[in-house]
Nanobody, 121 residues
Framework: QVQLVESGGGLVQAGGSLRLSCAAS????????MGWYRQAPGNQRELVAT???????NYAESVKGRFTISNNNAERTVYLQMNSLKPEDTAVYYC???????????????WGQGTQVTVSS
């Protein structure tokens, strides 16, 4: 089993910045990718950004140029630097990771409990 602990959410005014962190622990042989999704009330969960263990990144169009994802493989941690925040960025942000518990086991997805980000206008 893998546990993800998120931190860094909160309330910020439009145009402000926040930095989210997520640390993975537990039965981890290797990490394939880590990233962030978000879900606003009444909406489906959507991809925000991902980073592979090799450092390849992918962003939702709506956050490109404003958000930056980074990771620390040694510490099994992923970060999301969010700048120029907009009210429409308000959502619960969920950390996820895709890992293997051993060389022989398949990749598994795990999710954090979520952290609230609220951007006021």
């Amino acid at each position: 089993q893998v546990q993800l602990v998120e931190s860094g959410g909160g309330l910020v005014q439009a145009g402000g910045s926040l930095r989210l962190s997520c640390a993975a622990s537990g039965s981890i042989f290797s990490i394939n990718a880590m990233g962030w999704y978000r879900q606003a009330p009444g909406n489906q969960r959507e991809l925000v950004a991902t980073v592979t263990s090799y450092g390849s990144t992918n962003y939702a169009e709506s956050v490109k140029g404003r958000f930056t994802i980074s990771n620390n493989n040694a510490e099994r941690t992923v970060y999301l630097q969010m700048n120029s925040l907009k009210p429409e960025d308000t959502a619960v942000y969920y950390c996820y990771t895709t890992t293997k518990a051993s060389m022989a086991t398949p990749l598994m997805n795990y999710w954090g409990q979520g952290t609230q980000v609220t951007v006021s206008s």
